[in-house]
Each structure stands twice: as structure tokens, then as C-alpha cells.
């Protein structure tokens, strides 16, 4: 590891085209900053009337999915100059080395594959000389036979009743992707079993997620890449204490307890049986894991069938970003975009917006997804950047979140981009529904785009005095993501575009998108914090106000 940090900051780092010379001196960089100044007050209405062909001319597709980003504030000139940097920046190399197993994880040494979880038998992507794709299938397989028999009721529990509840113990990567999945394809799922996670620490997850359960009929998986996370690991104790009380005997826990990890040590050490144990890779992280064993959950919710339908669809995406030319790619030109809004117009943050009840739990997936990854502030050969990295991701179910902070997207002192996600078809056909949640998806994005101005509003009839008010500025930019319905296949799709447009950007500002280092700090606090609540806390520990906290806290804790 020492030895490639050496190359990284001396060389750039490994193989070529995949320098990581400094942003700023890049060519094209610099030609972007010129032609921003000439587009930057362009508006949206303008483009449009200009070019009658722009609504189809600006969009592309692939993989099941078709995007309009035609109201972004971009010229046909821009979007050229954007994937003139990618090119410049290395993007294919990078993308190349990715697929072929290198170890671009530069700070952690590892490979970067989750590309592998999806790729066909019979492909060869080789870690260390060694080909992981017939260990993916093997697991793959291993996880099949386990959901089907939880499924048809051949895995029983203790007392040799059918489980009717599974619980994923996980946090992050372990977590988020699988519960996001489990409500988008909820329609696919198995009514017979509900499926639960337990994330957050407070007894008051575990206790809600278990008070209505009878632990004869629950299965608990311990989702944990490292099998330490401190969380997740004072959940799966106490999860096993309740199954114990509950079942009156240590011997229950082979029957209701599984694990997913790269553990295989402390797996053993928590009580479960190796033949329990569902292995992923260190280079799988923990964000990119959901179609790894990091998946049972969904799995066991949807079927293996399904579930390998949707790693079809992350396949469909994957093929898509190594062979579409880069400007009618669409994880490139998301990805672009998001680089054109955040380092050149300085735009903060980016709203998801999923018109999808199925897709609720989206923003938070991409939240961890996007942030996690590109919230960095060295590059690779560890300088300080000098520009801004990954930007703030945040967001909501799209209608319901047009009766709250839409106002601001519409109003507010701060341009947002959006990008708004629909289906054409809705697994629920209650009469004329789809048809209203998809004209409110388009009539934000025509709304956002070009505004209210004073003349419509004085057209109208509105009173002088009411105008400024009531004027939407528009040229308010979104991209919409188009799905023909919301399946496993085109969920595969939807997420592997976004992993591949924040490797995107991660590429053009040259950081390590797969490392984490950023949330250590405050685990290590929180370890010893929570060993001084119980101990007590040494003299000069801690400034001023944490030592006022704690002490507050302790003083108060037992009410
Ligand atoms: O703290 C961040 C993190 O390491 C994430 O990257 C990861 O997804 C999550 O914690 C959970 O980690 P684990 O799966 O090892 O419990």
C-alpha cells in the first residue's frame, strides 16, 4: 500500500491515461471556465425557442431507461466540452481498469467490483491472478437455496415453525440499499413474509422492528461487511438475547440467526455456524454491496428469480457505460452534469426526486451512495483539491415533497438541479392515478424550467401589486430519468447509473470515490465516550462543552 501511495503522489496515479494532474492546469477544464462565461445568463425559454429540436436532440437512452436532460442550462457546445474533460480526465481507462479488477481503491489497495456481482457466468475478472466470478455465482447460488427455503417454508425455526419475518441488522451499505429495494419491488415480494431492518442503535428500533413478533417465527440477518460495526453489533446481541429468552435455549440461535459479511472470524465469534454465513469481498464496499449477499434480505422478499433480474438490469447499465460513446452515455452525461452545476455555476446541492412511491427510500440510498463517495477533499496523490467535490444529495418522493420544500426550488434565493424519476406504467392501476402523478412530474420540470414572468402574470389578469410575489424566475434546471415501470430489471438499471455517474465524477476530480476514511473519527470518539460513560471520565478528557454534556447526560440519565 505505502509503495503505491508513492507511485500516486510521484507519477500520477497507475497506467495511461489515468494521470491525476491537478484539475486547474487541465486544458479542457480551462476551456469549460471560458465557455461558461459565455453561456452562464442563457435561460432555458432561450435555448428552447432557439433550438425547436432540443426536447428530443437532448436525450438519450439506455439500458431500459431514457433521459431527458434537455432542461439543464447546457448547450449542445457544453455537453461536447464536458465529455472533452472526461476524455482528458481518463474516464475510459479509469472505467477500463475498474472492470478489469485493478486496484483503483488507491487508499484502501483494492479492487473496486461490484461490476463482478453482476457479471455472467463465464466472464473472467481476475483479483490477484485469481478469476471472482465463480465465487459471485457460487454465493449467488448458496443465497438461492437459503431464500427458497425460507420462502417455501422448508427453513424452519427452533420449535419448527415457518418464518414469517425476516430482520436485516445492518447500517449504511448494509442497510440501505436492501430496504430501499424491498419497498421499490414491494409488488414482487412475498406477502407471506415481511421483511424488517434494524439500522439505528436506539433500543427503540429493535424493540419496534420485534414488539408484535413472535421470535419462533423470525429470522434475523446480521449484515456487517467487518462484523464490528459497533451498531449493528449491540443490535444483533440483543436481537439474540430476545430469541433466546423467547425460545429458552442457546441452541435457537443456529436456527434464526444468519450473517453477511467478510468476517468470517467474528462471525464465529458472535455464534454463528460458517455454514450460516453468506461471504462478499473487500472489493465490494459497502455502498456499491446491494447485489452481493448484502442483498439476502431482498432476496429472500422477492425470490431468487427476481432477484437476478435485477442484477440483469445492473448489467444492462454496466454494458451500456463501457460501450455508448460518451456523449450519449447516460451515466457520463449525469454524471457531467452534476460536475457542470457544482464547479462551474457553484451549485451546492442536488435534489432526487423520485415519482415513485416504491422509490421513497431513494434519495437516502444515494444520499450515503454519492456523499460517502465523493465528499473528499484530497485527490488521489493526496493534495488538497482546489475545487469542489461531491455535492450535497438530498430529496423526497416527488409529489409528496411538492407540498413542502418545492417553494424553494420554485422561489428561493438557491438554484437546485433536480433530477425527477418516473414510470410509465405503475404496478397499482387505480383508475387515473399514474396518469396524475406523472403530469405533476412534468409540469414541475416545465414549471421549473421556464417560470411565470411578470407579462404572463400581468397578461393573466393578476394585479400590479401581486406580481412580484407571484413571479417564478424558472431556468431552474432538471433532468428526468424515464422508466417504462418499476421492475426489478429497471431498478438494477437505475441504481448502476448512478454508481457509474458518481464514479463520473469522482474520475474528473480525480479522488478516491471508495474510500471512507471521513467517518473514522467519529467512531473512534464515540467508542471512547461510551467506554467514560460507563467508566467514568478521565481528568482533562474532552473540551469544555463535550465534558459539559457528558456530564449533563450522566447526571440525567436514569430520569
Ligand atoms: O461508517 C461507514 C460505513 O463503513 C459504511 O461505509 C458502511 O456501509 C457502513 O459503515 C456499515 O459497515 P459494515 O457493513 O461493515 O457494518
Known sequence: MDDRWGTARDEGVGGAGRGVAALASNAQWRALKDHFALVKDLTLRALFEADPDRGTALAAEGAGLYLDYSKNRVTRETVRLLCDLARARGLEAWRDAMFQGERINIT????????????????????????????????????????DKVRDGRWTGYSGKRIRTVINIGIGGSYLGPEMACQALRPF??????????????????????????????????????????ETMTNARSARQWCVAGLGSDAAVAAHFVAVSTNAAEVARFGIDAAHMFVFWDWVGGRYSLGSAVGLALMIAIGPERFREMLAGFRDMDEHFQSAPLECNLPVLMGMLSVWYNNFHGMETQAILPYAHGLARLPAYLEQLQMESNGKHVDLAGRPVTYQTGPIVWGEPGVDAQHSFYQLLHQGTKAVPCDLIGFCRSSADLPGHQDLLMANLLAQAEALAFGRPAAQLAEEGVPAAQIPYRVCEGNRPTTIVLGEALTPRVLGALIALYEHSVFTQGVVWGIDSFDQWGVELGKVLARRIASEIRGGIGEGAHDSSTRALIGRYLARRTG
Open 108 to 147: 484502501e489497495d483494492r479492487s473496486v467490483l461490484h461490476v463482478a456481482l453482476r457479471a455472467p457466468r463465464g466472464t473472467v475478472i481476475k483479483v490477484d491472478g485469481c478469476d471472482v466470478v465463480p465465487e459471485v455465482h457460487e454465493v449467488l447460488a448458496q443465497m438461492s437455496a437459503f431464500a
Open 189 to 230: 415480494a412475498d406477502p407471506a413474509i415481511a421483511v424488517r431492518f434494524v439500522a439505528n442503535v436506539d433500543s427503540e428500533a429493535l424493540r419496534a422492528a420485534t414488539a408484535d413478533l413472535d421470535p419462533a417465527e423470525t429470522l434475523f440477518i446480521v449484515c456487517s461487511k467487518t462484523f464490528t460495526t459497533e
